[in-house]
């Protein structure tokens, strides 16, 4: 069994954030470990910080590790609505 680690994604996930959020999710990209993506601050969601989340979620899976969403916020799930994303970000459950 893997170990799981908790993300705290940031507030605004947004392309001002992407650096830094690639950064520490460039850390558990070798698929070692299931990852919780706790999105319950998120306030602000744009293309870019979605589609680095959609990125790091598919190396992920190429690597057979899980991704669970705890507590994603109204503004990420609209967000990526509006963007056509939600069902490929796993938020559609």
């Known amino acids: 069994m893997s170990k799981t680690v908790t993300v705290d994604l940031p507030e605004n996930l947004t392309i001002a954030n992407a650096e830094v959020l690639y950064n520490e999710l ?3 990209t070798s698929g ?3 990852i919780v993506l ?3 601050e998120v306030s602000r969601a744009d293309t870019a910080g979605l589609q680095l989340i959609y ?8 690597h057979q590790a899980s991704v ?3 507590a994603p916020s ?3 799930i609209e967000a990526s609505e509006q ?3 939600k069902e490929h970000l796993g938020l559609s459950q």
């Open 26 to 28: 460039d850390a558990y």
């Open 32 to 34: 070692t470990q299931d």
């Open 38 to 40: 706790n999105a319950s």
């Open 55 to 62: 990125v790091f979620l598919k190396t992920l899976q190429q």
């Open 68 to 70: 669970i969403w705890a």
């Open 74 to 76: 109204s503004a990420l």
């Open 83 to 85: 963007l056509g994303l």
